[in-house]
């Protein structure tokens, strides 16, 4: 299973309404006055924590998303309707991040948790606002203010509830293959897992899903082999990573002299 874990977007919210210069003229009636309404407030980015998505495959095929302006203000004291908000619909576990990729602007790990992520610009006051005794008849109204446009990141950190680390063909996938219904490549050659791989293990009392993170080799850290971008994912999955030993039993634990004896030739492929 392929999935996207970072994604790069654009986002702009929505000016504010412009207020009405306009003034009562109705027959018989003397010195209407002013009766400009105020703009509408312009709409807001917001992003949304959901249930059911696993992925951040969405923003791979829209990267911009721009709010409506708001409403103008009109005569008779009518305000101008406040423009619709852009609702970003992200998986549990995602983060964002300002354009560097670095500065945290939020992280989000409960459905349901929102977060404005631009906030629309203010409606410009109508000529009725500035009425006064010294001023009877305002010929002038405030335009709606700017909204706010900013690229950001959107990087997934929580992919499974455990996750499999370790070196090539330690028998990750092997493992992942034998406890769950996932068919990940295997070969005998390093390297073959490229992307994670997801599986869902069953127990007699509960499900959860568990990844196959792609090996890591000695010097990861500086581009060498796939690199360590993966280890994003498991650095906050909920249980701890597991390591696979490097045996022809995937059970037998690190370090016992089982795994001492066992010969090079007959550790699992991954």
Known sequence: MKFLDQARIFI???????????????????FGGPDGGNGGHGGDVVAECVNGLNTLIDYRYQQHFKAKTGGHGM?????GAGGPDVVLKVPIGTQ???EDNETLLADLTAVGQRVVLAKGGNG??????????TNRAPRHANPGLPGEERTLWLRL?????????????????TFLAAVSAAKPKIADYPFTTLHPQLGVVSTDTREFVLADIPGLIE????GSGLGDRF????????ARPIRPCATSSPLTPMGSPTSRRSSPSTRPTC
């Open 12 to 30: 702009r919210s929505g000016d504010g309404g412009a207020g009405s210069v306009s003034f009562r003229r109705e027959k018989f009636i003397e």
């Open 219 to 222: 010097g990861a850290h500086e």
């Open 157 to 173: 950190k929580l992919i499974a509830d455990a996750g499999l680390i370790g070196l090539p063909n330690a028998g990750k996938s």
């Open 75 to 79: 005569g008779k004291n009518r305000s």
């Open 96 to 98: 964002i991040f300002e």
């Open 231 to 238: 280890l994003g994912a498991p650095a906050s999955m909920q």
């Open 124 to 133: 410009g006051f109508g000529n009725a606002h500035f009425k006064s005794s």
